[in-house]
């Protein structure tokens, strides 16, 4: 009797580890973003960004946005919310500045993921200083952000993948 109470309770706690386990895992999305080689998904803990991508964390941004890709025009981000990833953008521009090969790049990465269904809108924001066109194809959580930026002396051309929401006039 007491061999069968001690494998009793020695499967109730391992059936109770499995199921923490399982919960865990069920927080975060299956929707993901690589930034520089590294899978990120929405409910990833700063703990688990940092210990896969702290070494390349940029010292700009604050507590709960943090920049990746020292030396890259437009760096990758990744904000947190109640300490987990509620938002993950990267950008596709290259150094040739090659918008189409930027839009196919991350059209093609959608395209793997298995997006086909998506919503495509676009806005203008304007300013006293700077004009901004943006066109988002937008496939449930994941998004392509194509962006014109104009101020009184510059244009800028922008292709960003990105994984969840931001409010879009903080961009």
Same mark, same amino acid.
């Given at each position: 009797m007491r061999k069968l109470v001690l494998v009793g309770v020695v499967?109730?706690?391992?059936?109770?580890?499995?199921?923490?386990?399982?919960? *865990?895992?069920?927080?975060?999305?299956?929707?993901?973003?690589?930034?520089?080689?590294?899978?990120?998904r929405l409910g990833m803990t700063k703990a688990d960004v940092a210990e896969r991508l702290g070494s390349q964390k940029?010292?700009?941004?604050?507590?709960d946005t943090w920049l990746f890709g020292e030396g890259q025009q437009w760096p990758s981000t990744i904000h947190f919310k109640n300490g987990k990833i509620d938002f993950a953008s990267q950008s596709w521009i290259g150094s040739d500045r090659d918008v189409p090969r930027a839009l196919f790049g991350a059209v093609s990465t959608l395209n793997k993921q298995?997006?086909?269904?998506?919503?495509?809108?676009?806005?203008?924001?304007?300013?006293?200083?700077?004009?901004?066109?943006?066109?988002?194809?937008?496939?449930?959580?994941?998004?392509i952000l194509i962006n014109r930026m104009q101020d009184s002396k510059n244009t800028y051309h922008?292709?960003?993948?990105?994984?969840?929401?931001?409010?879009?006039? *903080?961009?």
């Open positions: 499967l109730l706690s391992v059936c109770s580890v499995f199921i923490a386990q399982s919960r *865990t895992t069920a927080q975060q999305s299956e929707e993901y973003l690589d930034i520089l080689g590294v899978r990120v940029m010292k700009e941004g604050d507590a298995g997006y086909s269904a998506c919503v495509v809108s676009a806005d203008t924001q304007a300013s006293s200083s700077q004009t901004s066109e943006q066109t988002w194809i937008t496939c449930g959580k994941k998004s922008q292709v960003f993948e990105e994984l969840g929401f931001l409010s879009r006039d *903080t961009k």
